[in-house]
């Protein structure tokens, strides 16, 4: 009955994360107790910051600096390596068969120092340029996952699922709600996430993907139709999703839209970069982009 009662609180905490403060945190070390595994880490990777957010229920000593490696992401991880279809669950036997196949001699030592060889996980969000993934990171004396673990993580990742989703419709409504008014203005806005894809924009800035030296979609990410302006945005993307708001940049105003019959460009581009609630993940607006004609 008690690991009943632990199982439906780690639920509701995953349930009512996206409402409170540290909610996200809390969740994680909830899930602490009904699968015997200290360390939880819910984790979000891709726009360009690599690692958009990265909430752990008990860092671990890290004397090397791995968990900000962000080499450690790529192929050597299978972690990474072996994340499937949302909602599935991968654990020691597919790490295994994806080490066989891989060279991970970089990331088994990062593992081996940070004591978390073992686990399992569930992507609980993915698509051609995120992902969001909860998993568990046993250590030696917890050694690899039991049926108990799997079958409990099993359990309230379907909740933790559910909560991202819920997370990210309130970003969206938020979006929309920040450009009440500007809605009805000539202004052409776009608001885009930390993954920078767009939460909500103008009509005016939908004309933009229609105009040939426009706009145009990356899945949910707009991209400018020159390649080299393309470029420079994406830097001041990662710039200004890397600020404290404190000390670092928090706009950028470029000129875009550059072509053979308009090499001084069309449009006066500024980024600025919005404030975030603290307990957010990265779907509420981070960056507002407001496309002037010159």
Request: proline share 5%; with cysteine; aromatic share 6%.
């Amino acid at each position: 009955m008690q690991v009943e009662q632990r199982l439906r609180d780690a639920e509701l905490a995953f349930l009512n994360a996206p409402f409170h403060k540290d909610g996200w945190l809390r969740a994680t070390r909830s899930l602490t107790t009904v699968t015997a595994t200290a360390k939880i880490q819910l984790i979000g990777i891709g726009g360009p910051l690599c690692e958009p957010f990265n909430v752990v229920s008990e860092m671990p000593h890290d004397p090397y600096g791995h968990f900000g490696n962000m080499a450690l992401h790529g192929e050597v991880n299978w972690r990474v390596g072996t994340a499937a279809r949302a909602g599935t669950i991968q654990h020691e036997a597919d790490y295994a068969a994806y080490r066989a196949l891989h060279r991970t001699d970089d990331y088994d030592d990062a593992c081996s120092d940070l004591d978390g060889l073992f686990g399992c996980q569930m992507a609980l969000l993915t698509d051609a340029t995120c992902l969001v993934g909860l998993a568990l990171m046993r250590s030696r004396r917890e050694g690899p996952c039991d049926a108990f673990a799997i079958e409990n993580f099993t359990r309230v990742a379907r909740q933790a699922q559910r909560s991202v989703r819920v997370q990210l419709a309130l970003g969206q409504e938020t979006a929309e709600l920040m450009l009440e008014g500007t809605a009805s203005r000539r202004e052409a806005t776009l608001l885009l996430d930390g993954f920078t894809q767009i939460a909500a924009l103008t009509e005016a800035a939908e004309a933009l993907f229609d105009h040939p030296h426009g706009l145009r979609l990356d899945g949910l990410a707009p991209r400018l139709a020159n390649r080299a302006e393309q470029q420079a945005l994406e830097q001041a993307f990662t710039r200004l999703l890397a600020s404290d708001m404190i000390s670092g940049p928090v706009l950028h105003q470029t000129i875009v839209g550059r072509c053979a019959d308009r090499p001084k460009g069309r449009w006066r581009l500024h980024v600025a970069r919005l404030p975030t609630l603290p307990h957010a993940l990265t779907f509420e607006p981070q960056l507002a982009l407001t496309f002037q004609p010159l």
